[in-house]
């Protein structure tokens, strides 16, 4: 017998576990390469998918882990979040099976998104399996213990640059392989303690939350359901504060977003009574939409200031729609309905720009409290005189339960209750107005 021979049925064996030594010494730092590599296109995919800006400020990588600094941006939160990224580098066999990559987020205590109560701990856990799967799961850190408080699969598809984008729409930069990733799905649920919310608008509270994501992307974009509940939120601090109960959201995207809201509410000791919204809408910029209002000119009595919101909201609508469903506002005094439809139109200025159709109907005594809370009018009795001259004009009807009317603005023309009416004269000074700006 050889030497050879003999060594033969220990030598494979051994030169085998040498291999499999050295790929699991290499593969952490090549796995940490790859990662390296593919961050910048993560953060891309995710600012294109969510409208938010994913900023990549440092990263420091090492044989088996990394750390990253990713700042999150969006128009609708007044602080930048923060997030401090430790990554881990597979292939690895743990709970759940192999793992390739991980990263674990701390929760950041300061920012646009902050836990609530303060003295919350909360992390974020993401993993990758050798077969390219994501979840992200978010744990409730207590002492030397954890509580896993939800999880969402993510899945992503690779997709050839310009595919999928609109005809005429302005082409991304291509990727060096011809190649770009983008968010395919996320689907799963989970529950938070608390979170505030430091947003442009003021600082939104929630307490006991239930989140509920289903997305997937069809045509190009991402389409489903978002639901949020909560068991308490707060809007704003201080007497004027709004304390809403039992908050209910569902956002669903698709050809046309839907919105549907939920909720009764209280501010600065009066009960605001409860909400039933729904609401639609198609090629509508928020940011743009927020940004063009003045609330002055729905509060005083200036036609042409008012002319110039309507143009400034014109502009900033564009050719999109917003289609009132329903609001509903049940409150101690009476209830309120309104239904309607906004719609931007190609038109060269002013209010041919806008297409306007409200519906209302409310109690006697809600439009009063509506009326001086707009300071249109000064006291109670200069709201009611007004109300008796919509009347006598039949502005407003009176059907011995509600006070019913319609509003529609089109190609230029105002048109109240069926009555053909000039702007300037329906805007004319109000009883009793206090003129104040």
């Known amino acids: ?243 809403i109960e039992q908050p209910w959201l569902d956002l669903t995207l698709g050809d046309r977003d839907r919105l549907e809201l939920r909720w009764t509410g209280v501010r600065g000791g009066q009960t605001l009574g409860k909400l039933d919204a729904a609401m639609r809408w198609r090629d509508v910029n928020w940011t743009a939409l927020r940004a063009s209002l003045d609330r002055r000119a729905l509060r005083l009595n200036d036609p042409p200031r008012l002319r110039r919101q309507l143009d400034r909201l014109g502009l900033a609508l564009g050719e999109g729609e917003i289609l009132l469903e329903r609001l509903a506002l049940e409150q101690p005094s009476g209830r309120l309905d309104l239904e309607g439809l906004l719609r931007g139109r190609d038109a060269p200025t002013g209010l041919r720009r806008l297409h306007l159709d409200l519906r209302l109907g409310l109690a006697r005594p809600v439009a009063v409290q509506l009326l001086c809370a707009s300071r249109w009018v000064q006291d109670t009795a200069g709201a009611e005189r007004l109300l008796s001259a919509l009347e006598e004009q039949h502005i407003l009807v009176d059907d011995d339960t509600m006070l019913r009317g319609a509003l529609t603005l089109w190609d230029g023309a105002l048109t109240l209750s069926g009555r053909p009416m000039v702007l300037e004269d329906v805007l004319a000074p109000p009883l009793n107005s206090d003129g104040m700006d």
């Open 1 to 243: 017998m050889s030497k050879s021979r003999f060594l033969a049925p220990w030598a494979l064996p051994l030169w085998g576990l040498l291999l499999l030594a050295l790929l699991a010494w290499l593969a952490p730092r090549q796995t940490g390469k790859l990662a390296e590599q593919a961050l910048p296109g993560v953060l891309a995919e995710l600012s294109r998918n969510l409208q938010t800006q994913a900023t990549l400020e440092a990263y420091a990588r090492g044989w088996r882990d990394a750390r990253a600094r990713i700042l999150l941006t969006h128009a609708g939160l007044r602080d930048p979040v923060a997030l401090e990224v430790n990554l881990r580098h597979g292939p690895w066999l743990g709970e759940g099976g192999f793992g390739w990559l991980a990263a674990r987020i701390p929760w950041p205590e300061q920012g646009g998104i902050v836990p609530f109560p303060p003295g919350e701990r909360l992390e974020l856990r993401l993993k990758i399996d050798l077969l390219g799967r994501t979840r992200l799961c978010l744990w409730r850190l207590t002492g030397k213990t954890s509580d896993k408080l939800g999880e969402v699969w993510i899945k992503s598809n690779a997709v050839r640059d310009g595919a999928g984008a609109p005809q005429g729409a302005p082409r991304r930069a291509e990727s060096e392989d011809g190649f770009r990733r983008d968010l395919a799905s996320l689907i799963g649920e989970t529950r938070l303690p608390g979170l505030v919310l430091n947003s442009s608008w003021g600082e939104v509270r929630l307490a006991e939350v239930d989140l509920r994501l289903r997305l997937e992307r069809q045509e190009g974009r991402l389409a489903g359901v978002i639901g949020l509940d909560a068991r308490r939120a707060a809007l704003g601090r201080g007497d004027g504060a709004w304390l």
